[in-house]
């Protein structure tokens, strides 16, 4: 079963653009209602908040493509290893510990194949 990725439901520029006009309409709306000024600038400080949390959305996405990608090139490289198994290769597990230390979870090797 492939690994496909969900689809995203958060368009975050958008978003961006929408906070942007959201900001210049308070903004404006304080400059008309100098009265309210507590709630104008609560109101601000919530969509202060917005590009913060977009700029979240967007690392954790980053992350979650890094991870998906690292996930499915373990897989690769333990089917390759249980072909080469089938196939009786000399050091079948030459695959997975090619992918570990590529990722990072073996030092790396100096002397070739071991």
């Not at 690769?76 to 695959?95: K, S």
């Not at 590529?102 to 030092?107: E, I």
């Amino acid at each position: 079963m492939p690994d496909i990725p969900p689809s995203v439901k958060v368009n975050v520029q958008e978003v961006r653009t929408r906070n942007l006009a959201a900001r210049e309409i308070v903004s404006h709306l304080s400059a008309a209602m100098p009265a309210i000024e507590d709630l104008w600038i609560r109101l601000n400080g919530a969509l202060a908040d917005v590009p913060a949390l977009v700029s979240e959305i967007t690392r954790l996405a980053s992350e979650l493509a890094k991870v998906r990608r690292d996930r499915a090139n373990l897989v690769a490289a333990g089917r390759a290893t249980l072909n080469a198994q089938r196939d009786a290769e000399p050091d079948p597990l030459y695959y997975l510990r090619d992918e570990l230390r590529a990722q990072g979870h073996l030092p790396p090797d100096t002397w070739g194949r071991s």
